[in-house]
């Protein structure tokens, strides 16, 4: 690969960056809005305080087809779940606690969490613009601390522990006789308390006994006073973060480790089934809501709503059932204290195998030096000092190439009509002066995995959530409010431009290239401060290490050179 295709790949690889963040920002899809929920719920005629007008045509057709694949759930092999789901909100039971509070509706499901400590509840911080917008009255409303904040969207059609019976009798009654509990109000301070809610249909008593601890996870052990059929869920994702650019879906760990996701949109009517799963759960960028079993893997069964959003359940074939569940952020010490296979809620993507170890060595920073920004600095530091070998490799290499520019442009005017001649006098050419037509760009695409890897910690770590780093910045997983990381982190760039040989023969090239760092800096300009803290800092160290490798093949040209003039010097005195 010679120099131009490496400045090409280096191009393609900003620009492909630069197209991803755009559609990220503005098409990617939307989440779920509580004003909303009406288009989002597909559900059944025979639902119950549901009116046929509340019923879009897509869930009328996604129950016709449901139907003729399927008349029955009532076994394991099941392959879509009930459409019918209820939709009551009268309160029956609250829990309050120092952390967060929790609130239990008559049908026996978790219909809210709210967390109350200062890091999910402090206002955001707001911008120069919005400064300004205040000043003249063009803002208006007040941003403010939250006493509370709810993570689970208003009137969705599942909850954590709902429950839906293969015989649609004890579905209609369960959806219309309310629990009755021990309690109604339950104060938590640092030990457990369990809550009991009974529910009578008849025939079938339904016992919940709920262990709520103060760390917001719980057990609940399901008792029936006859085994029958059904399914439990672990509901409807979060929605207590409206960022687009991450995972919002449902998420599985299989028992192999293999992790199984259905995306906001991608689920399918007919269902999916996975009999081995270590864990459900529900997330979006900071929050989950999930269910796991210490004993057993579980069977559980993905459907659809309308616009393909995932409706999990677990499939629960026993008289007594015991589950334990979460609702909360997803802080990875958390929940790797809870259960070590939790951890896998938090997700990076496709790089997740290795971002992870990131994560690790980030929080082993912040554990001995206490801010979230300075470890993330230090990080940087250390991610470069490991790769610096690679980095000075390719550096290396591209002086070199830009060296031989001059030879290079006279073997391509003289081999112009000759190809075959051309390569050889090229190899010829590379070989003699020891350069490497993959040497800058190798190191580069080695590289690339460790930036995208940084890039998702850093997106997606609920710990970073009003992480402050000094000074102006009170909170690192939100943008710079007054821009000033994203300016440097683009002087930064056009610096480390500047520096870095080039040898461009297209002037278009020349002119997208010199362009970059102002897109990437309009572009990136509200990604979270934490993320272009990290990229200018990668920026300026990069600038160091190019002005120490300048100088020192600056010092070796010169000494090649007086080296030259004395080995000439010498022959002469030898000739005379």
């Not at 008559?106 to 999910?120: M, P, R």
């Not at 002066?433 to 997606?460: D, E, S, T, W």
Request: proline share 5%.
């Amino acid at each position: 690969m010679d120099k131009q295709s490496n400045l090409r790949l280096i191009l393609a690889v900003a620009i492909s960056f630069v197209i991803i963040v755009i559609w990220s920002k503005f098409f990617a899809p939307e989440p779920i809005q509580n004003s909303h929920a009406k288009d989002e719920v597909s559900i059944s005629k025979q639902t119950t305080n549901i009116s046929d007008d509340s019923i879009p045509q897509s869930a009328i057709d996604a129950t016709s087809k449901q139907n003729s694949i399927q008349n029955s759930y009532g076994t394991n092999s099941m392959k879509g779940i009930p459409l019918s789901t209820p939709k009551n909100k009268s309160n029956l039971v609250t829990i309050e606690s120092k952390e967060f509070d929790m609130d239990i509706d008559t049908l026996g499901t978790i219909t809210q969490v709210y967390l109350k400590a200062d890091k999910y509840t402090q206002p955001h911080q707001e911008g120069i613009f919005t400064h300004l917008g205040r000043l003249f009255g063009i803002v208006n409303g007040e941003n403010k601390k939250l006493d509370r904040l709810p993570l689970l969207a208003d009137n969705v059609p599942l909850y954590p522990l709902q429950m839906i019976f293969a015989d649609s009798n004890y579905t209609d009654k369960a959806n219309t006789i309310p629990y009755i509990a021990d309690r109604n109000h339950i104060v938590l301070g640092d030990k457990p308390e369990t809550l009991i809610l009974t529910q009578d249909l008849g025939n079938l008593q339904i016992q919940k006994v709920i262990t709520i601890n103060p760390n917001m996870t719980y057990k609940v052990e399901i008792k029936l006073s006859n085994p029958t059929h059904y399914i439990i869920s672990n509901g409807m994702r979060p929605n207590a973060d409206s960022e687009g650019y991450v995972f919002h879906g449902v998420l599985l760990q299989k028992k192999n480790g293999a992790i199984e996701k259905i995306e906001d949109g991608d689920a399918e009517v007919e269902g999916q089934n996975f009999d081995d799963a270590l864990f459900i759960a529900s997330v979006d960028r900071y929050y989950t809501t999930l269910l796991f079993s210490m004993d057993k893997p579980l069977s559980t069964t993905i459907g659809a709503f309308g616009k393909g959003l995932p409706r999990p359940f677990i499939n629960v074939n026993s008289k007594n059932e015991v589950l334990h569940g979460y609702i909360g952020p997803k802080d990875y010490k958390l929940l790797k204290s809870i259960n070590q296979d939790l951890t896998s809620v938090v997700e990076y993507g496709r790089i997740t195998f290795f971002a992870k170890y990131i994560f690790a060595l980030l929080d082993f920073l912040y554990k001995h030096i206490g801010n979230w920004g300075i470890s993330i600095i230090i990080l940087t530091i250390i991610i470069r000092i490991i790769l610096f070998p690679l980095s000075f490799k390719g550096m290396v290499g591209m002086q070199k190439l830009k060296d031989l520019a001059p030879k290079m442009k006279e073997i391509q005017t003289k081999h112009k009509g000759d190809p075959q001649k051309l390569q050889a006098a090229m190899m010829e050419l590379y070989k003699k002066h020891g350069a490497n037509p993959l040497g800058g760009c190798l190191p580069l695409l080695l590289q690339i995995p460790v930036f995208f890897a940084i890039y998702r910690v850093l997106y997606n770590a609920v710990e970073l959530k009003n992480a402050p780093l000094m000074f102006w910045i009170h909170d690192l997983s939100v943008m710079d409010p007054y821009f000033v990381l994203p300016i440097l982190m683009g002087i930064s760039m056009y610096l480390q431009q500047s520096l870095t040989p080039t040898n461009f023969t297209d002037p278009i090239q020349e002119k997208v290239f010199k362009w970059l760092p102002i897109i990437f800096t309009i572009f990136l300009i509200t990604f979270p401060a934490g993320l272009i803290l990290y990229w200018t800092i990668n920026n300026i160290i990069s600038i160091i290490q190019q002005l120490a490798i300048n100088k020192m093949l600056d010092a070796r040209k010169q000494k090649e050179i007086e080296e030259h003039k004395h080995k000439k010097h010498y022959n002469k005195s030898e000739t005379k």
